[in-house]
């Protein structure tokens, strides 16, 4: 069962010597077996589900603005995992820094010096304790005692230029960050349940610019890539492919996927190799409120796609729909309400490429490895709609019409999640998440930077958010 400690702030400044105590829970084996019943967080005391590396990789959904970070919602679900599976010191809970140095691309985005002769003293839960740190301009000799015994000392060399994370020139692959293996000492306290541990780190020579203390290391990168579509992970010479991933060795793959996949079909014609089943497109009217009625009947199954409004090459003019039932009549059922507020067009067809591009990228990443690695999709797609902008457009005829701007492509919602069950991912839902915190329009730039597409922080902790619930349930 998860404990949730309460952290507590206790330093004492003697001279140079500084005391602090908090504990956030976790600890223990790093090898992944059986998820905990119930709705506790992974990891929790017992320490039996660990993901030690966690890939995620997407769109610009997912690169945020280049960080690992605070600026990708990739960095809140790093923020969980250091916080509330692992017992981590943050860097804003470290005692009395003598400096600090703002590092963006280091957890929390701080770095704190502690000169030579200062101890930093504690304690923790869990079988080891790791330091994450940064070279300085001086050779630093730093030693680690647990419960009155030394471990140790450990020299960190200042020609190294060790940074916490990874920036991508350094490693060559466009938007991939990782913990640096270089920035990271840990010690073992052997296999004892899990017991509390006292520790006092030394800085015995030169100054150590630190970053956070844990018991448990989590290694992290950020594969999302702007403008990346689920099949651009496929090709050979791209910014960013599986192979990559794959080198990364990670225990948890999370994969975003849809907007841009969206974009890449909604012009396409009866060539492509999603067919479409009407390609008019053609116009419908509403007789329920989860269908849609079209002049001729139309043979279609369950999963097919009704993409509703005009595309004229901006993604923003559609609504997308799942079909929910077959049928060979003219009334189509959809597994959510249609749209009432859109221009009445649409046309249906299979995204089977899409489904089969991300179980592909799935594939290859998780394929040939030594060890089990456990999947997550999430389908972001365009949350909202604005019903007061139009788009100007000539249809077939020659005239000029004004299409309202969709931004709603729930059906990626719901594809999602039937491929999810299919194949015994996780999934989590960014789509619904957003919705709940803001059903409308987002005018203000609450959680987007004013696309309802691009999140900025309140967008990026609720994505964050979407991705941690439901580890918290497996």
């Not at 203390?213 to 090709?235: C, D, E, V």
């Not at 967008?459 to 439901?470: K, N, Q, S, W």
Request: hydrophobic share 35%; with cysteine.
């Amino acid at each position: 069962m998860k404990i949730n400690f309460k952290r507590s702030m206790s330093i004492l400044a003697i001279s140079s010597v500084f005391f602090f105590q908090g504990c956030g829970g976790g600890g223990g084996a790093s090898t992944p077996t059986t998820p905990p019943a119930g709705n506790e967080p992974v990891g929790g005391t017992d320490g039996k589900y660990k993901y030690d590396r966690v890939s995620i990789a997407g769109s610009s959904i997912t690169w945020g603005a280049g960080y690992l970070g605070e600026s990708s919602y990739v960095g809140e679900v790093e923020k969980y995992l250091r916080e509330d599976v692992a017992d981590t010191v943050g860097p804003d809970e470290l005692p009395n820094p003598n400096e600090i140095i703002n590092e963006i691309m280091s957890y929390q985005g701080k770095l704190y010096r502690y000169n030579q002769n200062t101890e930093i003293s504690g304690s923790i839960i869990g079988d080891s304790i790791s330091i994450v740190f940064a070279s300085s301009d001086v050779d630093t000799v730093v030693e680690m005692i647990a419960d009155g015994n030394s471990l140790g000392t450990y020299t960190i060399k200042s020609n190294e230029n060790i940074k916490p994370v990874k920036r991508y020139p350094d490693i060559g692959v466009n938007s991939f960050r990782e913990t640096d293996s270089r920035s990271v000492k840990e010690w073992t306290l052997g296999d004892n349940n899990n017991e509390n541990h006292t520790y006092t780190l030394k800085v015995k020579e030169g100054s150590l610019l630190l970053n956070y203390i844990t018991n448990h290391m989590y290694h992290f990168q950020n594969a999302g890539i702007g403008g990346y579509a689920a099949s651009t992970f496929l090709l050979n010479g791209t910014q960013t492919t599986t192979q990559e991933i794959r080198d990364f060795n990670p225990d948890l793959f999370l994969f975003e996927s849809s907007t841009n996949d969206a974009q890449t079909w909604a012009g396409e014609n009866a060539n492509s190799t999603n067919n479409w089943i009407i390609e008019n497109p053609v116009d419908f009217t509403i007789p329920a409120s989860d269908q849609i009625q079209l002049a001729n009947p139309v043979t279609v199954q369950a999963g097919d796609v009704v993409v509703m409004g005009t595309y004229n090459g901006d993604i923003r003019n559609l609504a997308v729909g799942i079909v929910k039932i077959n049928s060979t009549s003219n009334i189509v059922t959809l597994t959510e309400n249609a749209p009432t507020d859109i221009a009445t067009k649409c046309k249906i067809k299979r995204i089977t490429t899409w489904e089969n591009n991300v179980k592909e990228v799935i594939s290859r990443v998780t394929s040939n490895v030594s060890k089990s690695v456990v999947v997550g999709i999430g389908t972001s797609g365009v949350p909202n709609y604005d019903p007061t902008y139009t788009v100007p457009y000539v249809d077939e005829d020659g005239v000029t019409q004004n299409d309202f701007v969709a931004r709603r492509l729930m059906g990626y919602k719901e594809k999602g999640k039937i491929l999810a069950a299919e194949n015994g991912w996780m999934f989590f839902d960014f789509f619904g998440k957003i919705l709940e915190f803001e059903p409308g329009i987002d005018s203000t730039s609450s959680w987007s930077n004013g696309d309802n597409t691009h999140p900025r922080n309140e967008g990026y902790r609720l994505f964050g958010e979407a991705v941690t619930d439901v580890l918290k349930t497996k």
